[in-house]
């Protein structure tokens, strides 16, 4: 008879073991950021505002828009080759018949450099150009050596692709017609925050 009442109350005490050992789901793992392989092609683009400005008696700084375009291949975990053209715009002023786009342009060769998975920085070489298009007599265009130096950041890293945050600065030296001889070269430069994507 104890027998029977032993194995009775085990069998009710079952149903709540049971219910202890449920396990719940495990939350999903954390996206750990990490450096990408090599021999991946890298393309992207960026977007954002910025000024330009020249080192020269009466020059001064003006707004613009900035855009920039770049491509290439990872060479290596932490550096990646790239191509990149970059443009920064601003509308000339509609008055005293003056009216059009002023444009720094620059086209260079470089590398990107990642520090940390999240941190890059950026150095090309190659030429820039002032361009002004418009109704005045300064219209056309000039050409120099062009230098760019950029740092930026990627908040949102993914394994294949990423959101970047960055600043951008750029600088060409071009010929001063008007300057007196032997100071014939003028440094335009500009500097510009951006938002970008790129698939890597």
Same mark, same amino acid.
């Given at each position: 008879?104890?027998?029977?009442?032993?194995?009775?109350?085990?069998?009710?005490?079952?149903?709540?073991?049971?219910?202890?050992?449920?396990?719940?789901?495990?939350?999903?793992?954390v996206y750990v950021a990490e450096l990408r392989a090599p021999a991946?092609?890298? $393309?992207? *683009?960026?977007? =954002?505002? #910025?000024?330009?400005?020249? !080192?020269?008696? @009466?020059?001064? /700084?003006?707004? %613009?828009?900035?855009?920039?375009?770049?491509g290439g291949v990872q060479v290596a975990r932490r550096v990646a080759?790239?191509?990149?053209?970059?443009?920064?715009?601003?509308?000339?002023?509609?008055?005293?018949?003056?009216?059009?786009?002023?444009?720094?342009?620059?086209?260079?060769?470089?590398?990107?450099?990642?520090?940390?998975?999240? $941190?890059? *920085?950026?150095? =090309?070489? #190659?030429?820039?150009?002032? !361009?002004?298009? @418009?109704?005045? /007599?300064?219209? %056309?265009?000039?050409?120099?050596?062009?230098?760019?130096?950029?740092?930026?950041?990627?908040?949102?890293?993914?394994?294949?692709?990423?959101?970047?945050?960055?600043?951008?600065?750029?600088?060409?030296?071009?010929?001063?017609?008007?300057?007196?001889?032997?100071?014939?070269?003028?440094?335009?430069?500009?500097?510009?925050?951006?938002?970008?994507?790129?698939?890597?």
């Amino acid at each position: 008879m104890s027998r029977l009442v032993l194995l009775a109350l085990l069998g009710a005490a079952a149903p709540a073991d049971a219910q202890e050992l449920v396990h719940e789901p495990e939350p999903p793992p954390v996206y750990v950021a990490e450096l990408r392989a090599p021999a991946r092609a890298v $393309l992207g *683009l960026d977007f =954002g505002i #910025g000024m330009l400005d020249a !080192l020269c008696d @009466g020059c001064y /700084a003006e707004g %613009g828009l900035s855009l920039d375009l770049f491509g290439g291949v990872q060479v290596a975990r932490r550096v990646a080759l790239l191509a990149d053209a970059w443009g920064l715009l601003h509308l000339v002023a509609t008055d005293d018949d003056q009216s059009g786009i002023a444009a720094l342009a620059l086209a260079t060769a470089g590398a990107r450099v990642w520090i940390i998975p999240r $941190l890059w *920085l950026q150095a =090309g070489v #190659g030429a820039g150009a002032l !361009l002004i298009a @418009g109704s005045g /007599a300064d219209d %056309g265009a000039d050409f120099g050596p062009g230098l760019l130096l950029a740092v930026g950041g990627e908040p949102g890293h993914k394994r294949w692709s990423g959101i970047d945050l960055s600043l951008r600065i750029g600088a060409t030296w071009l010929t001063d017609a008007s300057a007196s001889e032997g100071d014939d070269r003028v440094l335009f430069y500009g500097v510009a925050a951006v938002v970008g994507y790129h698939w890597n």
